[in-house]
């Protein structure tokens, strides 16, 4: 079965600072997605930014970028420039490319990282 | 207004209650996924849905039931609440052969 590890309960950075969230993941897959949430205080599970894992090339949406290194199963999560508005829980997750084992392409999380951006 | 919704937002309710909360999306996806949020566990898995008519359980599934009569709709039901399963429940959808998922607002549900 596939886990996803987030080795980071809490993480605090600086207004305008870059900010790096680890996970790591183990699979015994050659290909399936990985999925970095962002939950506010809403609730809301908001989706920053996915990679596909037979892409070599890192994911990059605006201030968020991915270190995808697939022989490590390490997906780090970086937040340039962060804003207050960056605070939330961080979620990654894993989802197997096929419908392998009989589950139908559930996203499997890891427990989150609380981040805190002060002013 | 599209989109995936649940109900309610918040529930209080006492033990060995019985509780169904809803889950409707507007999309016409294939699957649908019920999870719990728990502080220090994540998203669990608790059941989910490839079509109507078609359930599985996920990592979480002991005393909850879900039913799949319609593809829009996917409850699901805690037949004898208890205290432990006091927690926030997140449904989701995803279309046939796409990536993406949708998660709906969230219920907090507490059990007295």
């Known amino acids: 079965a596939q886990t996803v590890t987030q080795s980071q309960p809490e993480m605090s950075v600086q207004e305008a600072e870059t900010v790096t969230l680890s996970c790591t993941y183990d699979t015994s897959e050659s290909d399936y997605y990985l999925f970095w949430y962002k939950q506010p205080p809403s609730r809301q599970m908001i989706l920053v930014i996915r990679q596909e894992a037979y892409k070599q090339q890192n994911a990059t949406e605006n201030r968020f970028s991915v270190n995808f290194q697939k022989a490590a199963k390490s997906f780090s999560l970086k937040i340039s420039d962060s804003q207050l508005g960056d605070a939330a829980m961080y979620f990654c997750a894993y989802r197997s490319f096929m419908n392998y084992g009989g589950s139908q392409g559930n996203l499997i999380f890891g427990k989150g990282t609380k981040l805190s951006v002060k002013p | 207004d599209a989109g995936i919704t649940q109900s309610p937002r918040y529930k209080i309710t006492e033990t060995g209650r019985q509780v169904t909360l809803m889950c409707h999306q507007t999309?016409?996806?294939?699957?649908m996924f019920w999870y719990r949020q728990d502080l220090g566990h994540g998203l669990r898995l608790i059941y989910y849905?490839?079509?109507?008519?078609?359930?599985d359980k996920g990592e979480v599934p002991d005393g909850y039931v879900v039913s799949r009569s319609k593809t829009e709709n996917f409850p699901l039901t805690l037949e004898s609440a208890t205290r432990s399963q006091t927690s926030v429940y997140f449904c989701?959808?995803?279309?046939?052969?796409?990536?993406?998922?949708?998660f709906g607002s969230g219920t907090r549900l507490t059990v007295v």
């Open positions: 849905s490839a079509a109507a008519d078609i359930t």
């Open positions: 999309w016409s996806h294939s699957y």
């Open positions: 989701a959808s995803r279309g046939q052969g796409d990536y993406g998922y949708t």
